[in-house]
């Protein structure tokens, strides 16, 4: 009986000893998913954020505006962390649905039930002129969180090129409006493609991106420039309200007041308005924006808006 009892009660501490060293491994393994859930859980959060922040950037501009920007310590990796405005612009070009289309009057139209329609496009004709009145612009563009598509000409980009790239370090996007800011209605096919070719060269070797709406000089392009617009991924625009700034001379007297006429009288849902670079039209923004808000309209951001496939 001595015998067997010794082994009867080495056996059992034989198998208590298996049962406590399984769990161990087990607890490890538990530890393991845990982090891994976590993960996939962060990973999801950020997308859908990413997905539904273009929604409201598609309406009125501003997402990328908040540029007061704080570094910041990354528990994770102990490095320094500094929002970067310059990503920031890029990532919610990339991201902005297409919540837009021109129709044939060039009006801005919602794609589908439940977008804003009270909206209106700013556009800046024949720069880039001067780095004052384009900071003093794009400075009123921030305060109203709104968005403008700067046509700019060939040989003006040539002759300042750190010009064209201001307007674009500041986030505000280019368009083409030809080389040499000629009539290109009559002009022959090779003539049209060198004139609107030339610029989306010059802007993609200054900027790093190709401009993806043209607006034709004098709002005569004809059906050559359409099809080379087209050809180059361009969206062909003119515009349905003219704030005739272009008309004002400089000893003109009440050109603010004369330019928030031309607007306001000709202002209905979709405008797509046209001005230009000139001082007397700097002097005019900030209460034309003011008053288009009073009257209920936001500012499309022009990244919302459809373009063709070149």
Excluded at 84 to 94: F, G, I, V
Excluded at 258 to 277: C, D, F, W
Aim: with cysteine; hydrophobic share 35%; aromatic share 4%.
């Amino acid at each position: 009986m001595g015998t067997k009892t010794a082994a009867i009660l080495l056996t059992a501490c034989l198998l208590l000893s298996a049962c406590t060293a399984a769990k161990p491994e087990s607890a490890a393994t538990s530890n393991n998913q845990t982090p891994a859930t976590s993960e996939t859980s962060d990973n999801t959060d950020k997308g859908q954020g990413a997905a539904s922040s273009p929604t409201n950037s598609s309406v009125q501009a501003g997402s990328n505006h908040g540029n007061n920007s704080t570094a910041q310590t990354s528990p994770q990796t102990g490095k320094t962390v500094a929002d970067s405005n310059e990503a920031t612009n890029a990532t919610a070009t990339a991201n902005v649905n297409k919540t837009y289309h021109l129709d044939k009057a060039y009006n801005v139209i919602p794609n589908q039930q439940g977008a804003e329609k009270r909206v209106v496009l700013l556009t800046f004709d024949d720069g880039p002129k001067e780095a004052v009145m384009i900071n003093k612009i794009i400075d009123i563009l921030d305060k109203h969180k709104a968005k403008a598509i700067f046509f700019v000409n060939g040989y003006r980009v040539k002759e300042h090129p750190e010009l064209l790239k201001l307007i674009h370090d500041r986030g505000q996007p280019i368009g083409n409006h030809s080389w040499d800011h000629i009539v290109l209605k009559n002009k022959s096919e090779a003539e049209v493609k060198k004139q609107i070719e030339s610029v989306q060269k010059i802007v993609k070797d200054t900027t790093g991106q190709t401009p993806v709406f043209f607006r034709p000089p004098h709002g005569a392009g004809g059906d050559v420039s359409r099809k080379v617009a087209k050809e180059n991924g361009l969206l062909y625009m003119t515009w349905s309200v003219g704030s005739l700034d272009w008309t004002m001379k400089k000893s003109q007297p009440n050109k603010t007041d004369a330019l928030l006429k031309n607007v306001t009288e000709q202002l209905h849902p979709g405008s797509n308005i046209l001005m230009h670079e000139l001082p007397w039209t700097v002097e005019a923004l900030d209460s034309l924006l003011t008053r288009l808000e009073q009257k209920g309209y936001q500012f499309v951001d022009p990244q919302s808006i459809e373009v063709p496939a070149s």
